[in-house]
């Protein structure tokens, strides 16, 4: 079916479908709020069993987990334990050597690569820069879903995210010419114009200072419950992740070590995983992380 709807401001009409791939809506997400999944369907993206490695090393073992609409989900651990990998093979940038990757009940494996891009956007830990205006690069995002030409509606929607992302004033600049910082907002920006139903995100914050780092969470959180899709993200600020994300996966050796929300990020857990000991206080009803030494 067909449904007119607000995106950041524009309102537009596309189509849905229940429980294959997307469907959206506008909802608000307060503090203590609870998650939207559709009534009979399955996590929006599920990772089932999969396993990987680069020649004899195995980097991810029996790995399952899953996000649903309406849901953030910061995947966690020290350097080196899959977790850049593991987002990989959830688009199929790298085929799991066992395993399955489901978007609602279909097999990416099974997909077409502009299907794939149609319902998951992702953004890299690091983004090659060319020769390219910020704008150029923004519209890109809409690939995907371009037919012959490109409509109003796409430059109405890269519009909208440049001015949402603080880009409108710099959008003629190339991309070879910015700041590593200002590249991946670049990136960010055009992975929500695709308007997946999904976005990975490998360390969104990584190449910001302090105030772009909320900013960009902030936006990302908008996104997720403005149109009631999905992210999942890596991520090393335990801070950030508490304070912007739903679901939390720790992962050890290759392996979950545990699944949960903000109650089950213990001090234990966090020392267990990091090898660190911590303390867990609360701020503002919030759970902030404070190494002991």
Same mark, same amino acid.
């Given at each position: ?38 009534d009979g369907c399955h996590a929006l993206l599920k990772a089932d069993s999969v396993e990987f490695e680069y020649g004899a090393a195995k980097v991810l073992k029996d790995i399952t987990v899953d996000v649903s609409r309406g849901e953030i989900l910061a995947i966690l651990g ?29 097999? $990416? ?6 299907? /794939?891009? +149609?319902?998951?956007?992702? #953004?890299?830990? !690091?983004?090659?820069? *060319?020769?390219?205006?910020?704008f150029d690069t923004v519209l890109l995002g809409r690939k995907p879903h371009l037919g012959w030409k490109v409509t109003d509606h796409d430059y109405e929607l890269v519009y909208d995210a440049l001015e949402k992302f603080g880009l409108s004033d710099m959008q003629l600049r ?33 190449? $910001? ?6 900013? /960009?969470? +902030?936006?990302?959180?908008? #996104?997720?419950? !403005?149109?009631?899709? *999905? ?63």
């Open positions: 079916m067909t449904g007119d709807h607000t995106h950041d401001g524009v309102t537009h009409e596309h189509e849905h479908s229940h429980c294959d791939i997307v469907h959206n809506h506008p909802h608000s997400h307060e503090k203590g709020h609870e998650h939207h999944t559709d020290p350097n080196g334990v899959g977790k850049s990998t593991l987002l990989k093979c959830m688009n199929m940038i790298l085929k799991p050597k066992g395993g399955t990757i489901f978007i609602g009940e279909m097999d $990416l494996s099974k997909m077409s690569g502009r299907d /794939i891009a +149609k319902n998951v956007g992702y #953004v890299a830990q !690091r983004n090659e820069s *060319a020769r390219m205006t910020i190339y991309i070879d010419e910015i700041s590593g910082g200002e590249l991946q907002r670049v990136c960010v920006c055009r992975a929500i114009v695709q308007e997946p139903s999904v976005l990975l995100l490998d360390e969104p914050t990584s190449a $910001l200072d302090m105030s772009r780092q909320m900013e /960009i969470l +902030k936006l990302i959180r908008h #996104v997720v419950d !403005r149109h009631n899709c *999905a992210t999942i993200m890596t991520m090393h600020d335990l801070n950030l992740a508490l304070r912007f994300a739903d679901k939390f996966v720790f992962m050890k050796g290759g392996k979950i070590h545990k699944i949960c929300d903000r109650s089950g990020v213990t001090p234990e857990l966090i020392e267990e995983v990091y090898g660190i000991a911590v303390d867990v206080i609360s701020h503002n009803n919030m759970p902030i992380v404070v190494p002991k030494f």
